[in-house]
């Protein structure tokens, strides 16, 4: 899903996306191991879970959970990971956000 991912979103030429709710701006995919081995010092990452940006306001991490297609956000919280999913899959995902 990693290639799919990125493949389509330097098809469609966005480094952020921003909505009333919002801004989450993308990481590159030479970035993803190392925001991941940054994460995990704290909580294990899920290795299902492909990160794909952070959330400006809170930092939050924005990734697609690879078993279910959901897009979901997540935070560090008494040494487990808390998620919270957002949106059903990756089209509704950019559909919501104009693309």
Same mark, same amino acid.
């Not at 330097?10 to 990481?27: D, H, K, Q, R």
């Not at 991941?36 to 306001?57: A, C, Q, T």
């Given at each position: 899903?990693?290639?799919? +991912?990125?493949? #389509?979103? &330097?098809?469609?030429? $966005? &480094?952020? *996306?921003?909505?009333?709710?919002?801004?989450? %701006?993308? $990481?590159? =995919?030479?970035?993803?191991? !190392?925001?991941?081995?940054?994460?995990? #010092?704290?909580?294990?990452?899920?290795?299902?879970?492909?990160? $794909?940006?952070? !959330?400006? =306001?809170?930092?939050?991490?924005? @990734?697609? &959970?690879?078993?279910?297609? =959901? *897009?979901?956000?997540? %935070? !560090?919280f008494e040494k487990? +990971? =808390?998620? *919270?999913?957002? @949106?059903?899959? *990756?089209?509704? @995902?950019?559909?919501? %956000?104009? %693309?």
């Amino acid at each position: 899903m990693k290639k799919e +991912w990125f493949a #389509r979103l &330097n098809g469609l030429g $966005i &480094n952020e *996306v921003s909505n009333e709710n919002m801004t989450i %701006y993308f $990481i590159n =995919e030479e970035n993803v191991d !190392e925001a991941v081995k940054d994460l995990s #010092r704290k909580v294990k990452w899920d290795e299902n879970w492909l990160i $794909i940006g952070f !959330e400006d =306001e809170t930092d939050d991490v924005i @990734f697609i &959970n690879q078993l279910t297609g =959901e *897009v979901c956000t997540a %935070y !560090e919280f008494e040494k487990s +990971w =808390e998620v *919270v999913s957002l @949106f059903s899959s *990756v089209n509704e @995902f950019l559909k919501a %956000y104009g %693309y």
